[in-house]
């Protein structure tokens, strides 16, 4: 299991990005004991970013008891998510500087702008099941 990569999914699932380090403790071991999957989906997610150090890159800042996910960590979590193709388009983009740059960035806008709320749903219910529990 890649740790850094482990904290930057956890830290995205929680309202506004932040943990206490209880609950990020919590969930770490439940991820920790998941098996095989999770270690082999971190080990891939990390080759994305090789030289990945959450910390000292401004990833993640320690607050009250805590720790959030900054904008720029959500934005490397993108990347490291992202598909091949996807990755692929968005590299050819600034290369290319053509007509159809133009349209790609709206596109890209709108997974984005569709992604933030698939996340923002799943907090919501995350949230619902806590209360309930």
């Known amino acids: 299991m890649n740790f850094q990569v482990t904290v930057l999914k956890i ?6 990005g932040f ?19 999770w270690a082999e989906r971190t080990k ?15 990833l993640v800042e320690r607050l009250n008891g805590g720790w ?8 490397v979590l993108e990347f490291m998510e992202a598909r091949p193709a996807e990755m692929r388009t ?9 007509l ?4 790609a960035s709206p596109d890209l ?7 933030s709320q698939r996340v923002q749903r799943r907090r919501a219910a995350r949230e619902r099941a806590r209360a309930k529990a």
């Not at 830290?11 to 506004?16: G, H, K, N």
């Not at 959030?68 to 934005?75: A, C, M, Q, S, V």
């Not at 159809?100 to 349209?103: G, I, L, M, V, Y």
């Open 11 to 16: 830290l995205v699932s929680y309202p506004d």
């Open 19 to 37: 943990a206490l380090m209880a609950d990020l403790k919590r969930d770490l071991a439940i991820l920790a004991t998941s098996g095989r999957d």
């Open 44 to 58: 891939r997610l990390a080759a994305r970013v090789p030289v990945l150090d959450i910390f000292s890159q401004g």
């Open 68 to 75: 959030r996910i900054t904008e720029k960590g959500r934005g």
């Open 90 to 98: 968005e590299s050819a983009v600034p290369a290319t500087e053509s």
């Open 100 to 103: 159809d740059s133009a349209q």
């Open 109 to 115: 806008a709108a997974r984005r702008s569709g992604r």
